[in-house]
């Protein structure tokens, strides 16, 4: 950022070099504007930068226009008026106060700050001769398609892999669960065959005993009617 001010003051200098000696409208003063940053698409040709300007006290006759560029450790002359590359670069004047840069055959080699400067070459005043702030401009490369098929394969092993040990802990649970089940199917098999012979057990205790009582009353009953034939002869 040091250097970019560093630059930016050598080009004020510059300005006061290429009008020097001009003017009288001591009054002139001059702001500049322009956009903090423009982001162009990596498919993205033909760009315009914007710069707006104000003047006040100026004479009517129409400024000069420069545009320069600041890269990493140096800046270049763009159009000074007069643009270095017609093909490359060009002016237009929109309106009385705005103004914009055209940028052809744009790359990710023109990212870089772009400075508007604003000139009444008829002024002495210092703050007749301004610049603005600057543009980023900024590019973007083209994605790679190799990107996303790697991102795409990510994803499809992501949801093999956890298939894969939904499987293998699903059989495991069942692995470790059958002996259990099994052992506690052979208990109920076990009590249900236990409760059976209980069952017939008790019917035969049942039926034994019935079979004894009346077995009982037959003998009971027995010596009563030898005692009634008795009786019955000696009459």
């Known amino acids: 950022m040091a250097s970019f001010n560093k630059l930016k003051n050598m080009l004020m200098l ?4 290429i009008l020097y000696g001009a003017g009288a409208a001591d009054s002139c003063q001059v702001t500049v504007t322009q956009p903090r940053f423009q982001e162009a698409d990596y498919s993205t040709h033909t760009v315009f930068l914007a710069c707006a300007f104000s003047a006040s006290g100026c004479s009517s006759s129409p400024p000069q226009v420069l545009w320069f560029r600041f890269l990493t450790n140096e800046h270049e002359d763009l159009c000074t008026p007069g643009c270095t590359d017609h093909q490359k670069y060009r002016v237009h004047v929109l309106s009385e106060n705005n103004i914009s840069l055209q940028i052809n055959d744009l790359t990710v080699d023109d990212n870089a700050v772009y400075i508007c400067g604003i000139a009444f070459s008829d002024s002495s005043s210092p703050h007749s001769k301004q610049t603005g702030d600057g543009t980023v401009l900024t590019k973007t490369e083209k994605q790679h398609s190799n990107g996303k ?3 795409i394969f990510m994803i499809i092993a992501s949801s093999l892999l956890f298939l894969y040990s939904t499987t293998v802990f699903t059989f495991f649970v069942v692995y470790k669960l059958k002996p259990k089940l099994l052992k506690k199917s052979g208990k109920e098999d076990q009590r249900t065959e236990n409760c059976k012979l209980s069952s017939g057990r008790k019917i035969f205790q049942a039926i034994a005993q019935e079979l004894q009582k009346q077995r ?10 030898l005692e009634d034939d008795s009786v019955y002869q000696n009459r």
Not at 14 to 17: E, G, K, R, S, T
Not at 216 to 225: A, G, I, K, V
């Open 14 to 17: 510059a300005f006061d070099w």
């Open 149 to 151: 098929l790697i991102f």
């Open 216 to 225: 009982y009353t037959e003998h009971c009953q027995q010596p009563d009617d």
